[in-house]
Nanobody, 129 residues
Framework: QVQLLESGGGLVQAGGSLRLSCAASGRTFSSHIMGWFRQAPGKEREFVAAISWNGGNTYYADSVKGRFTISRDNAKNTVYLQMDSLNPEDTAVYYC??????????????????????WGQGTQVTVSS
């Protein structure tokens, strides 16, 4: 069982940047697709970004494309989310998640919460105007 621990959240002004980290325990992390999701108060959890097992393929929600960058370091068992040009609409709890499924299509990266099998506890990101 892989466990995830997010860090790096906090309070930032609009236009600022934050870098979230998600540290994983377990030997199988490096073979899993990893994703970031977020959930604002009163809203459903929404997809932010996903990355393939080797980092060679990434996928972003339209709302963050060009501002956020997902990456991973399998040697450190860590996945990152660099967030730039933040705006108040980015305020949410950010969750890291892992998908153990092997897909026939190497290019497919899941974007629905139910497609991910394990989750971190989340880290709060607040962007002030």
């Amino acid at each position: 069982q892989v466990q995830l621990l997010e860090s790096g959240g906090g309070l930032v002004q609009a236009g600022g940047s934050l870098r979230l980290s998600c540290a994983a325990s377990g030997r199988t992390f490096s073979s899993h697709i990893m994703g970031w999701f977020r959930q604002a108060p009163g809203k459903e959890r929404e997809f932010v970004a996903a990355i393939s097992w080797n980092g060679g393929n990434t996928y972003y929600a339209d709302s963050v494309k060009g501002r956020f960058t997902i990456s991973r370091d399998n040697a450190k068992n860590t996945v990152y989310l660099q967030m730039d040009s933040l705006n108040p609409e980015d305020t949410a709890v950010y969750y890291c998640a892992g998908d153990i499924t092997y897909y026939d299509s190497r290019d497919y990266l899941p974007s629905m919460p139910y497609e991910y099998e394990y989750w971190g506890q989340g880290t709060q990101v607040t962007v002030s105007s």
